[in-house]
């Protein structure tokens, strides 16, 4: 739409109390042409200088700011932009940096990154910190660690040096810091903390520092700050009510007027105790918990607080409705005046592609179906408008547009795949389970497989590498045939039989070189998903992936690995185990449709995925590993929410497995997962073999599996894959010796963590051949 008309508009509505402002929280920040992916990588690489990264992200930032403005957007985001993950910014400027990184010679710069994702050069030989899911979004955050030596300091104040860069680049911002409670409470206590602290123990350390930092940003001249306290969506919020208060109470003293920012969920009853803290205004997420609104409104109407209304995804591409955004908005205003209503995102956009401009191989149809950020901006922009009251046509053209856009969508929608419905609804119980228990299948595997005891196996990736990306993107730009590209990826496979046969690792992988990614790879054979061209949404620091998106109902219309697995196992004696992403992990990182339930696709999935588990089997293959690394993160937010989630979701897993006979090893791989809080689910999956991530996250992890006496085999990460450093083959050793002293060594598979895509071949090499040593002493000496 065009933002120039739309401002205009906006200056001749009627006088200032009937507005309706509009809000963005937060931006993509890899740059529309992933500018800062680039320059962070190449800085990296010892490529570019500090300085030259400064610029580049400079750039993107400016363009941000100037782009989302003219977008006709009333309150634009600052300070939320990183070179790696915004908790990381607020833990290197509060001080919290652990022991292990200071002290190397290192700039901040570098200490940063080597916080990140460790360091391994010039004699430094440090590993990453923690990455933990961020809520129950595919994005990854540095956890923060705490003790009672913490010592705060502000070392810098990103939240007014971006405010002030972007008052250059003439664009009045409003700042976003995340707070102090959440900061707190999303961190963890480190190694040498002393038994039972708890950082949120900290805040009355931490707020003095929070108060500088604000109390600048005001000198600065910012009116706003938003300040995000997701954990609020939380239950175990309930229990913070008197730390809320406390820190609010100070921090508002100094502060500009504080937009206090919820997301992801609802709040419930801690909306009680956050209608008494002194903020000017209140964001709550009307896409994710659209039931929340009567009792926020409620609660907070005999106060002076703004409510922002998050009626714009920031977590989906799809477009606004706008009449259902305008009727919520309408019923806050009828209750608090227009002057106390913000139209805004539901979160930050970082969840979202930057903009659909640059999509030109989608349909006309499909595109018209979709908003990306920058879309987005114009939404809240438009929607806002109308709800002050805007006869401007510009802005009732586009609310008539959208309304047309909106019911070709549900035409769309109404024409599904009556075939896949009813496949779904004739399912029975039994094919939800294996033939046998596990016990019984254990025995019968074993002489299947013939493998050793401590068997080693690998998560399923080799090294991507550039001429693997290069085959693909010939393959791609018709450079090159489909036999020849074939061929290539023969070679491929070749390569990793022959170098896992070398080394002795015992279960092969193929290596995917085919899949240029875990879901992406699944949704372009499947019947059902589209796909953008850049699409990219950051996953961890440099990581960005591109998530297809489920438009219609899901099946498979021919067999999708059966091809490559069987040829690899065509080249060896050894079991080569096949590998499929489970159908939970295919729906959370994808862009769901959002006219029908996440339990309907994930079954379609499921039973599109228990056609490729038979079909493996009858080609010969006697392992499976179906990955799930996204069944946790997948978690409402809510507790009271859970087992109907989980009920589905394991179901869901089950369905796709157990279609096979008791010969056939399943396995699955679940990433970074705290499991204390689902552990039946786990059990119930009733996978042969599961790997785990365990190598970051000490021996907890381990004791939670034991303390619930899992049963079934398990394999966790004895090395974090995450990072270039190598693991010493002592290392290793050790970490079997704290594993067994847990777990029951006839239980006990020996792998890396996770994949190993993003790793090059030398530090793949080195590690493994540890690896493999480290599972041969344990064989001697257990
Ligand atoms: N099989 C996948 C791989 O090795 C699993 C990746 C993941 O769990 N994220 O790459
Ligand atoms: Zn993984």
């Not at 690995?561 to 185990?577: C, E, F, I």
């Amino acid at each position: 739409m065009a933002s120039k008309i739309l401002n205009l508009s906006l200056s001749s509505l009627p006088p200032q109390s009937t507005m309706v402002s509009s809000s963005v929280l937060g931006f993509p920040r890899i740059g529309a042409n992933r500018e800062v992916k680039k320059a962070v990588e190449a800085y990296w690489a010892g490529k570019i200088s500090a300085d030259d990264l400064t610029k580049a992200a400079a750039e993107v930032k400016k363009a941000s700011w100037t782009n989302v403005k003219a977008k006709g957007v009333d309150f634009v985001p600052s300070g939320e932009f990183s070179l790696y993950d915004h908790v990381l910014d607020h833990s290197a400027a509060f001080n919290v940096i652990p022991k292990r990184y200071v002290g190397l010679g290192l700039s901040p710069l570098d200490v940063y990154f080597a916080m990140g994702r460790g360091r391994q050069s010039e004699g430094v030989d440090v590993p990453a910190s923690e990455m933990k899911k961020w809520f129950d979004s595919n994005y990854h955050f540095v956890v923060p660690e705490f003790s009672d030596e913490t010592d705060f300091k502000l070392n810098f104040n990103k939240a007014v040096e971006e405010f002030k860069e972007a008052q250059a680049a003439g664009i009045t911002t409003r700042p976003v810091v995340l707070g102090p409670v959440s900061f707190l409470v999303l961190g963890k206590a480190s190694k040498d903390a002393k038994p039972g602290f708890q950082p949120i123990s900290l805040l009355p350390k931490l707020i003095p520092i929070y108060e500088t930092l604000l109390a600048d940003l005001k000198v600065a001249g910012a009116e706003w700050v938003q300040v995000d306290e997701p954990i609020l969506v939380l239950d175990t919020a309930a229990n913070l009510e008197s730390q809320f208060a406390s820190a609010y109470a100070a921090l508002s003293k100094v502060a500009p007027k504080i937009l206090l920012t919820t997301y992801f969920a609802r709040l419930e009853s801690n909306v009680n105790y956050i209608a008494k803290l002194p903020i000017s205004g209140l964001h709550i997420d009307l896409d994710r918990a659209p039931e929340q609104l009567d009792s926020v409104v409620a609660a907070i109407k005999p106060t002076n607080i703004v409510l922002s209304l998050g009626v714009v995804s920031g977590r989906n591409i799809w477009k606004t409705d706008f009449e259902h955004a305008i009727k919520l908005g309408q019923k806050a205003i009828d209750a608090l005046g227009a002057d106390r209503v913000i139209i805004a995102t539901s979160s930050s956009l970082l969840h979202t592609p930057v903009t659909l401009a640059s999509e030109n191989k989608l349909t006309a149809e499909q595109k018209d179906w979709f908003s990306f950020a920058l879309e987005k901006a114009g939404e809240v922009a438009t929607i806002a408008a109308v709800l002050s009251g805007s006869q401007d046509a510009a802005v009732t053209a586009a609310l008539e547009e959208n309304k047309a856009s909106i019911a070709k969508r549900r035409a769309f929608e109404k024409n599904s795949d009556d075939a896949v419905r009813k496949r779904l609804s004739a399912v029975t119980e039994d094919q939800y389970h294996r033939k046998s228990p596990f016990a019984v299948r254990k025995e019968i595997q074993a002489k299947h497989l013939n493998l050793p005891k401590f068997p080693t196996t690998t998560i399923g990736s080799f090294p991507q590498t550039k001429e693997i990306r290069q085959a693909r993107a010939k393959l791609g730009k018709g450079e090159i045939t489909t036999e020849q590209y074939e061929e290539f990826i023969k070679k491929e496979i070749e390569l990793v039989v022959r170098f896992q046969e070398k080394i002795g690792i015992d279960l092969l992988v193929h290596g995917e070189p085919e899949r240029n990614d875990m879901v992406q790879y699944f949704g372009e054979q499947l019947q059902g998903f589209v796909f953008t061209q850049n699409g990219w949404v950051q996953s961890y620091g440099s990581r960005y992936v591109r998530p297809p998106i489920i438009v219609s109902d899901v099946s498979r219309p021919a067999p999708m690995t059966v091809k490559w697995s069987s040829y690899a196992q065509s080249l060896t004696s050894k079991p080569m185990k096949g590998m499929l992403t489970g159908p939970v992990t295919i729906l959370n990182w994808s862009f769901p449709r959002a006219d029908v339930s996440r339990e309907l696709q994930s079954k379609q999935l499921a039973l599109a995925l228990r056609d490729e588990v038979v079909d493996l089997e009858k080609a010969g293959i006697s392992a499976i590993q179906v990955d799930e690394p996204a069944i946790r993160e997948g978690l409402p937010l809510r507790r009271s929410d859970w087992d109907a989630y989980l009920k589905w979701a394991v179901d869901s897993f089950k369905l796709a497995t157990a279609g096979v006979t008791d010969q056939l090893q399943t396995h699955s791989h679940f990433c970074y997962s705290d499991f204390d809080d689902i552990f039946p689910s786990i059990q119930r999956l009733d996978a042969d073999v599961i790997s785990i991530e365990a190598s970051k996250s000490d021996m907890k992890l381990l004791n939670t599996f034991k303390q619930y006496g899992y049963s079934n085999q398990i394999g966790p990460g004895v090395y974090d894959i995450h990072s270039p450093r190598v693991p010493g083959s002592q290392e290793i050793k050790d970490r079997l010796k704290a594993m067994l002293e847990i777990l029951p060594d006839s239980l006990l598979f020996v792998n890396p963590d996770c994949g190993l895509k993003t790793r090059g071949w030398k530090e793949t090499e080195a590690s493994l051949v540890n690896l493999v040593e480290g599972a041969k002493w344990a064989r001697e000496n257990y």
